[in-house]
T-cell receptor
Framework: GNSVTQMEGPVTLSEEAFLTINCTYT??????LFWYVQYPGEGLQLLLK?????DKGSNKGFEATYRKETTSFHLEKGSVQVSDSAVYFC??????????FGQGTRLTINP | ETGVTQSPTHLIKTRGQQVTLRCSSQ?????VSWYQQALGQGPQFIFQ???????GRGNFPPRFSGLQFPNYSSELNVNALELDDSALYLC?????????????????FGPGTRLTVL
């Protein structure tokens, strides 16, 4: 079946640190991959996406590369800010209607 | 461009009652998907509506039902509420192009409705 596994949180970093949040997936076929972010008390916001192998999605300093050989879509940012504190969700769309989400990773950035 | 809106923001019900949640899709979008997000978990797909018909359903019982209206807005109805139905209910809209593949373009989410069942 289709599933997404994210690194367990919570993750706590200092401002300007390098961020990696791991995401691996299991899917049949060639899914599209997404990262969504959820700020406290809010819904999900699309952060970035990639639709085929070797695509790199990027937005607001965040990047993730679709790696078919390792079935991964790790999220990275070179220098995090306090305002990046949120819950991050990796998701795949397996060619059907729905999104399949990971369990989320809570990120806290300390000044 | 108007984003996805949901109402109400918060709702408290008791076990056995019925509830209706509402969603207005983003301008230009014709498809609405509903998700349930339990506390500390990722969202789970409930169902999707396209052209006023259900177009895919997740592993939820029939007491979860929905509607889509000609203006593409949507309702989620839950009958016989159970304590485990307490969650954040998220609506997402997207655009499906007629004649294209019947899977959705990028989904954009509303702020959600927080349902508490006592």
């Amino acid at each position: 079946g289709n599933s997404v596994t994210q690194m367990e949180g919570p993750v706590t970093l200092s401002e300007e640190a390098f961020l990696t949040i791991n995401c691996t997936y299991t899917a049949t076929g060639y899914p599209s991959l997404f990262w969504y972010v959820q700020y406290p008390g809010e819904g999900l916001q699309l952060l970035l996406k990639a639709t085929k192998a070797d695509d790199k999605g990027s937005n607001k300093g965040f990047e993730a590369t679709y790696r078919k050989e390792t079935t991964s879509f790790h999220l990275e940012k070179g220098s995090v800010q306090v305002s990046d504190s949120a819950v991050y969700f990796c998701a795949l769309r397996p060619g059907a209607q729905k999104l399949v989400f990971g369990q989320g990773t809570r990120l806290t950035i300390n000044p | 461009e108007t984003g996805v809106t949901q109402s109400p923001t918060h709702l408290i019900k008791t076990r056995g009652q019925q509830v209706t949640l509402r969603c207005s899709s983003q301008s230009g979008h014709n498809t609405v998907s509903w998700y349930q997000q339990a506390l500390g978990q990722g969202p789970q797909f409930i169902f999707q509506y396209y052209r006023e018909e259900e177009n895919g359903r997740g592993n939820f019982p029939p007491r979860f039902s929905g509607l889509q209206f000609p203006n593409y807005s949507s309702e989620l109805n839950v009958n016989a509420l159970e304590l485990d139905d307490s969650a954040l209910y998220l609506c997402a809209s997207s655009l499906v192009v007629a004649g294209g593949p019947l899977f959705t373009d990028t989904q954009y989410f509303g702020p959600g409705t927080r349902l508490t069942v006592l």
